[in-house]
Nanobody, 124 residues
Framework: QVQLVESGGGAVQAGGSLRLSCAAS????????MGWFRHAPGKEREFVAS????????KYADSVQGRFTISRDKAKNAVYLQMNSLKPEDTAVYYC?????????????????WGQGTQVTVSS
C-alpha cells in the first residue's frame, strides 16, 4: 500500500503562484507514474497534469497548459506541481495520485493510490 501526502496548498491572490508537493511512502525508484487532479465545489473531479515514471512524458489539461508545470524526483519518490498565473477558477482541492505503471494517465480510474488532498484558494 502506497500512502501519498500532499503539501503546499494555501490562499493566494489571482496572478500569484503556489507549489504543491506530494511524497509517496513506497520505496524510492518504485515504478509509479503520478498525476494531479482537482475537485472544485459543484464540479466533478478533473484531471490537471500527469508525469511518467521516468519523467520524460507529461500531460496537462487545456485549462492549465502553459501555467502549471509537473515534475518529479524519483530518488525522493516525490512529485511537484508548480502553479503560476493562478486564477480564481483554479480554486479547488488538489489531489495527488499514483499508478503502478510507467505511463501517466488523465483518467481517474487508472490510478491506484490517492492522497487526502490540499486546498488551493485563489482570490480575485
Amino acid at each position: 500500500q502506497v500512502q501519498l501526502v500532499e503539501s503546499g496548498g494555501g490562499a493566494v491572490q489571482a496572478g500569484g503562484s503556489l507549489r504543491l508537493s506530494c511524497a509517496a511512502s513506497d520505496r524510492p525508484f518504485t515504478v509509479l507514474a503520478m498525476g494531479w487532479f482537482r475537485h472544485a465545489p459543484g464540479k466533478e473531479r478533473e484531471f490537471v497534469a500527469s508525469i511518467s515514471w521516468r519523467g520524460g512524458n507529461t500531460k496537462y489539461a487545456d485549462s492549465v497548459q502553459g501555467r502549471f508545470t509537473i515534475s518529479r524526483d524519483k530518488a525522493k519518490n516525490a512529485v511537484y506541481l508548480q502553479m503560476n498565473s493562478l486564477k480564481p477558477e483554479d480554486t479547488a482541492v488538489y489531489y495527488c495520485a499514483a499508478r503502478r505503471s510507467g505511463n501517466g494517465s488523465d483518467r481517474e480510474e487508472d490510478y491506484d493510490y490517492w492522497g487526502q488532498g490540499t486546498q488551493v484558494t485563489v482570490s480575485s
